[in-house]
């Protein structure tokens, strides 16, 4: 796939929409337009602006730097036809890759440090959000719709806001310091600092992700069968056991979906880490964005961006399947 | 077996709400603050929200944003119910894996790289930065999580409806407009919601797609929340959070009236 030319991208850059050749009309052996427009139309919006684009990241991430505007070389000049073709080929190089992101320390300890802290962070959010699933999954029926929606509405407010209120809470003389000092547990005297630490950075994805993690456990949990608990209890065995044999393995696939749905978005988080985050916080999302805006080196951003989809193609195939599969249960 | 919730049960519940809107109230309360701290709350005062209405360019922004969020989550509603009608009712066509692919990998997919993306499509196609990329982005990112929304509406239904329409010789798109549509509704006005809600919000995706000059509210925001912390920032997320708040229970309450209806009809 490497440096592959896109499929039939024209110099306009919109390839034509996919052919549907296995359209089989229901009725009639006459062409279903609705469902080829109904099937064409999406499908083909997404060619164009999502796989295409892709596309463009993996060719620019084996492109030159060059001071222009765009500051690259343009990569495949199809003007020319065959000849730009075989230019382009000759002209391939790995530079973004060896060059940069293999010497230069700092974009392994990135992709390290985002590893580190959406596993941790993770973790945590299960840790967290699975008490709260499982006692809102008890809750009376009448509850729950309230339950839920109580979890829902703070993921309705901006992301930026909720980020931005973690930055009050955790500076030195803010609440969080005020309130471990009124407990005894730091000195007031000499508060640590936790603004602009990767502990910030944690705390402040935990709070932003929780909702995507307590919805699927719910869901999961709020679907079982209870007689199950009844019998294990029948037969003599103690709740905590009974959680751990029935419970437990009932709600894997929530988790799963919401580690999965959390997880993946952590590790190109930029909004937390650099509002929260120290300049010493290096994550691969911000990597990628000072890269990009600061440095304006667009080959090694994209370079970067190859590599940190490479690491996520696992988990996001995995999440797809978790998706189909759970649309399967439904049918 | 006593069912019901343990002490332990209750402490999660108030230990995680508590958790979930200790922040917003504080961000709120703070908003009210006669000083210029937000961490230490002096006095009541409506000055940061005096300062907020003056600020021309922080209305400029929001009204961009407004134009903009309606706009896409529009075109990402229609784009999304075909996705779904496709994924659902459309039966084996080629490339189908693909396809479900690409509708349900952005809803994962880390902003940075699609923001990444969208950028470098929009230079090769020569495409100016401003509203038009801008639009072009939120809709792709956005359409995926209207299709989930709709598709697993369109799953729970019953076919045999449409089936009978069609069977008594209505046409395929007038059975859908007449049917299929008026039963899919709330998921699709859900949908809507949730596309304008993703698109109100949306820093990453819009600082790679917009050009200069072009600066939505959430920019500003991150702009000025990189300078420093202010109460008239805490003004302005309390003036969001409220319109949400106002927007979410309408919208529940809305929602809410359309099955109730439902149920009536369908129990003569």
Known sequence: MSGAPAPRPTSAGTPPAPAIAAAQPRRGARIDWGRLAMIGVP??????????????VLKLSLSDRALAVPPFRPLIEWERGLEGILDFLAALDLESYTGRLIQNPIYGEALANSLGIASIATLILLLVGYPIAYA?????????PWLVMAVILPFWTSFLIRVYAWVGILQPDGLLNAG???????????PPRILFTDTAVIIGIV???????????????ERMDHTLLEAAADLGCPPWKSFWLVTVPISLPGVFAGALLCFIPIMGEFVIPDLLGGPDTLMIGRTIWVEFFANRNWPVASAVAVVLLVLLIVPILLFQRAQERGLGAHR | MKRGLTWFNVTALVAGFTFLYIPLVLLVLFSFNEVRSVTDFTGFSLRWYERLFDNDQLLRAALVTVQLGLASAALATVLGVMAALALVRGGRFRGRTAFAGMVYAPMVMPEVILGLAFLLFFVATSLERGFVTLLLAHVTFTMCFVAVTVQSRLLAFDRSLEEAAQDLGCPPWKSFFLITLPIIAPAVAAGFLLALTLSLDDLVISSFASGPGYTTLPMRIYSSVRLGVTPEINALCTVLIGLVTVGVIVASLVQKRSIDLARRHARP
Do not use: E, K, T
């Open chain 1, 207 to 221: 709070y932003a992700y929780l909702p995507f993690m307590v919805l699927p456990l719910y869901a999961s949990l």
């Open chain 1, 43 to 56: 499908y083909g919006w997404l060619i164009v602006l999502f796989a295409f684009p892709f596309v463009l």
């Open chain 1, 136 to 144: 809102m999954a008890r809750a009376p029926r009448d509850w729950r």
């Open chain 1, 180 to 190: 471990l000092g009124a407990l005894g547990l730091v000195d007031p005297a000499a």
